[in-house]
């Protein structure tokens, strides 16, 4: 076959092929469709209730870390409320689906909650708010913001723990979600100022010792999830007011913050980046009450993307990327309820799947 008409025939078939290749690119596309689903939604699979023990499970964390999948979350006896009988759980699992008790801690006469993870320096820490409580369940109206302080565990093989130990420079502060750059990890603690709450970034070497570096909720300061990317950049999704949320950003040294108004509320923030995308989780109030919802965060806007089965009493969402596409969220929720109808608020994970 002369030259000429081999080149031709080359050209032919790429051309075949190219269009076999759109054509299939179209179909995939139906196929979503048709199935009901959007790109960019995201598949919530394989629901399970891992935790639940007839007490107030709730406000989770999860983390992979040597190898292992890491779950935390407070149980109560007392409930929802402040209470010194409040401890924090810490589970681990080879495989997501078996879970271990790996550590439980408490702290006399305070109540803990809000156990978040921060793998830093070779540790893995497991960071609580306290309030102080006295003796058991403590009145509302009794309340102390003055006496916050902070409390972490940790590990450095998770086998044995130590603590729990008060995190210095943290009276005063109910710490929150950890995060770390470099060699410095990074501490969300609100404070109270007269007329209301802040919310201080304080600054760690170590995870134990704590210090003051700027304030990026001046006013209305509540729970705030931090991400910080690989060239320093931190943005900060802070729960705020009832109807509105506050995304705040800094470079180093985190002395000064941009900050923009979101229309909504999200109670119990999550923020991270999975794959090319920022996700976003917590808990948001629609017209059938609370839920637990995931939205990508696109161009400073929440877009809902999947909701996790949840309601009344929940939210306060862990995460763990298992690859781009894949993923695992745990939350808590009080939407099942026992045989006499009372309901049970227990702890969930779930695998996610994302379709873009």
């Known amino acids: 076959m002369p030259a000429q008409q081999k080149v031709r025939l080359i050209q032919i078939m790429m051309k075949h092929l190219l269009i076999l290749w759109v054509l299939a690119a179209h179909l995939f596309v139906v196929d979503l469709a048709s199935i009901g689903v959007e790109p960019g939604a995201i598949s919530v699979k394989n629901v399970r209730r891992v935790f639940y023990d007839g007490e107030h499970n709730a406000f989770t964390d999860l983390i992979r870390w040597r190898d292992k999948y890491w779950l935390t979350f407070r149980s109560c006896p007392d409930g929802h409320g402040v209470s010194s009988t409040a401890s924090i759980l810490i589970l681990s699992s080879t495989d997501a689906k078996t879970w271990t008790p790996s550590h439980r801690f408490s702290v006399p006469q305070r109540d803990t909650r809000d156990p978040h993870f921060l793998a830093f320096k070779d540790r893995l820490f497991v960071y609580s708010g306290t309030w102080f409580a006295g003796d058991g369940p403590l009145p509302r109206e009794k309340y102390n913001l003055d006496q916050h302080l902070g409390y972490a565990v940790s590990t450095g093989d998770g086998t044995i723990w130590q603590g729990p130990r008060q995190l210095e420079g943290t009276f005063g502060h109910y710490v929150w979600r950890a995060a770390s750059h470099g060699d410095k990890a990074y501490l969300c603690g609100r404070r109270a100022y007269t007329g209301g709450r802040q919310s201080a970034l304080l600054e760690s070497d ?23 990317d690989p060239d320093g950049l931190l943005t900060a999704l802070c729960r705020k007011t009832a109807h509105e949320s506050d995304l705040i950003r800094s470079r180093p040294p985190y002395e000064q913050w941009t900050r923009l108004t979101l229309p909504e509320f999200v109670g119990g923030p999550l923020l991270v980046r999975w794959g090319d995308r920022v996700l976003v989780g917590g808990r948001h109030v629609t017209t059938a009450g609370p839920h637990t919802r995931l939205s990508w ?56 799947v994302r379709h873009d």
Request: charge should be negative; charged fraction near 25%.
């Open 206 to 228: 170590d995870g134990l010792v704590w210090k003051f570096r700027s304030l990026f909720q001046e006013t209305q300061g509540n729970e705030t999830a931090f991400m910080i």
């Open 297 to 352: 965060l696109i161009d400073d806007k929440l877009v809902p993307c999947a909701e996790l089965p949840s309601g009344g009493d929940n939210s306060y969402p862990g995460f763990v990327a298992i690859d781009d596409r894949h993923a695992l969220v745990s939350w808590y929720s009080s939407h099942e309820k026992s045989a006499n109808g009372k309901p049970e608020t227990a702890i969930y994970l779930a695998d996610l």
